[in-house]
């Protein structure tokens, strides 16, 4: 979810992203502006559910994590955007040995998209139809980079799953590689408990990058000048995301 950024911080030396990633600063509250951006981030968060619940429904594959997710909710019979709340605690605990601050955006991440999913979820309908089946999914993705964009604009720590991997990365390790590593990881981990692969997964990883490429920059709080977001939200290279 994935869970934010410029795609140029993960292109230098090991040094360049550590820095990159160590220059990140994350408010606990907004200093600035702050009725402007707790509504730019409830509205992200809103409609990063919302586009969680349009991939997860037409059943053809989901983002890596939310493979893991679908798996274990498969497994338990809790549903799946509960499980996304129950998967962030111990993800944000891995945070610890790294020394890596959540931001009001990292908690509200981990109560408001998996609670939209649940709420929307269970009412959204899925069409017969093959192609409307796709048309609802490349929406959802769509949708999920807007939400992204208007998430980590505003500038207020990046997701559990993010956060996880630029606090790796941040001990001068790839952002690439350790991303690639932990979403393959559960990847696997998601397939071998059942959960959503299709073809619905590559197309969200091929994708997403490019879209918040294009979202996060234009929907940053302040532009250039404002706080700088989390890397890794959801650029190919980084996630978005998501999610979460």
């Known amino acids: 979810m994935t869970e934010s950024p410029t795609t140029n911080s993960t292109t230098g030396a090991h040094g360049t992203q550590s820095a990159a990633v160590a220059a990140v ?15 730019q981030l409830a509205l992200g968060l809103t409609l990063y559910g919302a586009s969680e619940a349009l991939m997860l429904a037409p059943g053809v594959g989901v983002d890596p994590w939310d ?13 799946v955007g509960t499980v996304l709340i129950v998967i962030a605690v111990p993800v944000m605990l891995l ?3 790294f020394r890596q601050r959540p931001g009001l955006g990292t908690l509200a991440n981990v109560v408001v998209i ?14 017969h139809v093959l192609w409307l089946r796709w048309a609802m999914f490349l929406a959802g993705v ?43 990881s559960v990847l696997v981990l998601g397939w071998v408990l059942g959960g959503n692969v299709g ?33 890794a939200a959801d650029s190919s290279e980084e996630r978005v995301p998501a999610n979460v």
Do not use: C, K, Q
Not at 32 to 37: G, L, P
């Open 25 to 39: 600063a994350v408010e606990l509250w907004p200093r600035e502006r702050a009725v402007t951006r707790l509504v």
């Open 67 to 79: 493979v893991f997710h679908t798996g274990v909710a498969r497994i338990t019979g809790i549903p």
């Open 95 to 97: 945070w610890i040995p």
């Open 114 to 127: 998996g609670g939209v999913v649940d709420l929307i979820l269970p009412s959204t309908p899925v069409p």
């Open 142 to 184: 769509l949708l999920n980079a807007v939400a992204t964009g208007l998430y980590i604009g505003a500038g207020l720590g990046s997701g559990p799953r993010d956060g996880l991997t630029t606090a790796i990365a941040s001990r001068g390790r790839s952002i690439r590689v350790v991303r690639t590593t932990i979403e393959v």
């Open 199 to 231: 073809l619905g997964t590559v197309v969200y990883a091929v994708a997403i990058g490019p879209l918040v490429h294009v979202t996060i920059p234009r929907l940053r709080f302040g532009g250039e000048a404002g706080p700088r977001p989390e890397p």
